[in-house]
């Protein structure tokens, strides 16, 4: 299935989720989650400060236990318990956000559509907005209220090392790479030990800093322009990929803001195929 989405459901303003969040369909989700060569604790940060009514998804606990890779995709029963307990149902309008303006927050937003939830924004400009415009915060842990969450695995919008693979040989699917020119051409250490640094042969790079502006998402003349300087063909399937598979999600939301289908992201991205041996690597 093709998932089309309509961009201008895709964000809310601050003064827009001020207005929304006692509505009791609406659940404002804090996405936090900091590189672990920073020392923050994202958690410890939502405790601190949060917006009223927020709670906390913590993208490394809500994940696939089976693996060693970071923040997999759990499965549909695990995810729907987790998301039944912070107050999730099937007829929420999840909002989603982070503490730094555009980062992790398409994470969720990508995963809850994975998951079937069909009402997703995401707060523009994150946390640093809301407070720029002087709204009211809160500290301490939410008292969320138990839903009832029933997720369905859309496998359209996922992909795995084998269908990489098989983009990468015969070129009908175009993989694009969201970690920075330095990292892709393999001139500086991974920053998760024992992977090989370079990229995937046939991929293209579109760091993922390129798609933002002040914490929000590029306007669309600016996306396009990106997307194009990084020889990407938009008339063709696409793979998002990245280091772990979260700024991959930047990738997806941003051709979706465009019109365009959700690409697909690649879960495992090179936390599996940097770790992997058996998987072409190549450096330029």
Same mark, same amino acid.
């Given at each position: 299935?093709?998932?089309? /989405?309509?961009?201008?459901?895709?964000?809310?303003?601050?003064?827009?989720?001020?207005?929304?969040?006692?509505?009791?369909?609406? !659940?404002?989700?804090?996405?936090?989650?900091?590189?672990? %060569?920073?020392? =923050?604790?994202?958690?410890?940060?939502?405790?601190?400060?949060?917006?009223?009514?927020?709670?906390?998804?913590?993208?490394?606990? /809500?994940?696939?236990?089976?693996?060693?890779?970071?923040?997999?995709?759990?499965?549909?029963?695990?995810?729907?318990? %987790?998301m039944s307990k912070l107050g999730l149902t099937n007829e929420s309008?999840?909002?989603?956000?982070?503490?730094?303006?555009?980062?992790?927050?398409?994470?969720?937003?990508?995963?809850?559509?994975?998951?079937?939830?069909?009402?997703?924004? /995401? @707060?523009?400009?994150?946390?640093?907005?809301?407070?720029?415009?002087?709204?009211?915060?809160?500290?301490?842990?939410?008292?969320?209220?138990?839903?009832?969450?029933?997720?369905?695995?859309?496998?359209?919008?996922?992909?795995?090392?084998?269908?990489?693979?098989?983009? !990468?040989?015969?070129?009908?699917?175009?993989?694009?790479?969201?970690?920075? %020119?330095?990292?892709?051409?393999g001139d500086v250490p991974e920053p998760r030990p024992g992977l090989?640094?370079?990229?995937?042969?046939?991929?293209?790079?579109?760091?993922?800093?390129?798609?933002?502006?002040?914490?929000?998402?590029?306007?669309?003349?600016?996306?396009? =322009?990106?997307?194009?300087?990084?020889?990407?063909? @938009?008339?063709?399937?696409?793979?998002?990929?990245?280091?772990?598979?979260?700024?991959?999600?930047? !990738?997806? @939301?941003?051709?979706?803001?465009?019109?365009?289908?959700i690409p697909k992201v690649y879960d495992g991205s090179w936390s599996?195929?940097?770790?992997?041996?058996?998987?072409?690597?190549? =450096?330029?």
């Amino acid at each position: 299935m093709t998932l089309f /989405i309509n961009p201008e459901s895709l964000f809310v303003s601050p003064q827009e989720l001020e207005t929304l969040r006692s509505s009791a369909e609406i !659940l404002i989700l804090d996405a936090s989650w900091h590189m672990p %060569a920073t020392g =923050k604790d994202a958690y410890e940060d939502y405790l601190n400060e949060h917006i009223p009514g927020a709670v906390f998804f913590d993208i490394d606990a /809500i994940s696939d236990k089976k693996t060693d890779l970071p923040h997999m995709l759990p499965s549909a029963e695990f995810f729907s318990h %987790a998301m039944s307990k912070l107050g999730l149902t099937n007829e929420s309008h999840a909002v989603v956000y982070d503490s730094l303006g555009l980062f992790s927050a398409p994470r969720l937003w990508w995963t809850l559509q994975v998951f079937g939830l069909r009402k997703i924004s /995401i @707060l523009a400009g994150g946390l640093p907005a809301w407070k720029s415009k002087g709204l009211p915060l809160e500290a301490g842990p939410a008292d969320s209220r138990p839903g009832q969450f029933e997720a369905s695995f859309d496998a359209s919008l996922v992909a795995n090392a084998q269908e990489v693979a098989s983009a !990468l040989n015969s070129g009908a699917t175009q993989v694009l790479d969201a970690r920075s %020119a330095e990292r892709f051409r393999g001139d500086v250490p991974e920053p998760r030990p024992g992977l090989r640094s370079g990229h995937m042969p046939g991929a293209l790079n579109l760091p993922f800093q390129e798609l933002i502006e002040n914490g929000r998402l590029s306007h669309k003349e600016n996306l396009e =322009k990106a997307f194009q300087n990084s020889g990407l063909d @938009l008339q063709k399937p696409l793979i998002a990929t990245c280091g772990s598979g979260l700024t991959a999600c930047i !990738l997806s @939301l941003a051709v979706a803001a465009t019109g365009r289908a959700i690409p697909k992201v690649y879960d495992g991205s090179w936390s599996e195929w940097g770790g992997a041996g058996h998987l072409p690597v190549e =450096k330029t």
